[in-house]
């Protein structure tokens, strides 16, 4: 792609973000199941992380000095009922606190409900495994909506929910640490229940909120121009893409894709299928990931079946040296206007994320953020990179 083609030009009104979720950022987040295990030694422990929780202010007016108008948050469960069925005063308050902030700034608010912990309390009574779970999750939901209405003007309710049921339930990589196929199905069940839950919840207080999910999306591709090969493709995109959206389409006000992940597959008569590495001449981030750019447009194109609005709700490189992320937002910018001209509603994108972040079972190795954080000075510095949001055009 010629620098010709990578001019970004974006329809008024669009948004333009960046993500967090409050462990990876906050710091102190001691009434968490993630926490519970950090402790154990079974994790990375997070600590203060980027102490967001105190410098969320300065964050925020960097953000805007970036260049963006929108900001995706997570609220901790953890710190707004911190023992079942007690809600914090001082919890609320703080996060009231955050989103008046934003709104000072003009920012348009996105707020996640779960973003992959627990309060330690539900985590102990088996989580999100348990008709409990989906219970106390709707409560939660409604307890958000009735104090914090009119403050927020996207709810997410559940972010990335079969990536949060197989790192915990099949790949026993994250909290629970369970490795079973039969929990991990009824794991998926149960958060499509809780997002339905959830989603009633919120309107019982608000009909007029609008309430999504954000959705983890690969964009997938034959290895061989083969039957086998372009079926295999079609199954994975069935059941990694679209099978948990399909049960939740008629309680969705609009859909969020998060896109990291571009994977060429190929029939394998003994495992099914093989992901396919080799040969693949695409620039990969600090992590291993491969990039393709182009892979979201058709993704949003793909969407365009439920008929909902469209938010990119996540989407980032690891990237410590800073010399990729520039080109590689442009070119995803570039091809969500694509998708926008083909007809995507798409209304939105938030950059995966503000600040440096704890990255869950990596800690803070992978360097994802506009703004570099010095973890043991906590000083911020805006990236080179970040200037990529300056150079848009509005039409």
Known sequence: MNSRETKIQLPKGFLLGAASSAHQVEGED????????????????????????????????????????????????????PEEGKWSVTGLEHYKKVLKKLK??????????????????????????????????????WFLAQNLK????????????EVYAAMGYRFGTWPPFQKSTRKFLKAIGNLIKAHKAAFHAIKQVDLEALVGIAKNSAFLEPDRDKFLDRLIVRVGD???????????????????????????????????????????????SDMGWRTNPSGIYYLLRDLRRYRKPIFVTENGIANAADNMRRRFISEHL???????????????????????????????????????????????????SAGVFKEITWI
């Open 334 to 384: 570039y091809w969500v206007k694509k998708a926008i001209d083909f007809g995507a509603d798409v209304r939105g994108y938030f950059y995966w994320s503000l600040t440096d972040t704890y990255e869950w079972h990596d800690g803070f190795n992978p360097k994802f953020g506009l703004i570099e954080v010095n973890l043991e000075t906590q000083e911020r510095k805006i990236r080179e």
């Open 30 to 81: 001691k009434n968490s199941d993630w926490w519970m295990y950090e402790e154990m030694g079974r994790l990375p422990k997070s600590g203060l992380a980027c102490d967001h929780y105190n410098r969320f202010e300065q964050d925020f007016d960097l953000a805007k000095q970036v260049g963006l108008n929108a900001m995706r948050i997570s609220v901790e469960w953890s710190r707004i009922e």
């Open 238 to 284: 069935y059941f990694g893409n679209h099978y948990f959206l399909r049960r939740i389409r008629k309680h969705l006000d609009f859909i969020g894709l998060n896109y990291y992940f571009y994977e060429r597959l190929q029939f394998d008569w003994k495992k099914g299928f093989k992901r396919v590495n080799e040969n693949i001449d695409v620039p990969r």
């Open 150 to 161: 009119g403050e927020v003007d996207f709810w997410i309710t559940v972010n990335e929910p």
């Open 104 to 141: 000072d700034l003009n920012f348009a608010r996105m707020v996640t409900l779960h973003h992959f912990t627990l309060p330690r309390w539900l985590a102990e009574k088996g989580g999100m495994e348990t008709k409990e779970g989906i219970a106390a999750f709707a409560r939660f939901a």
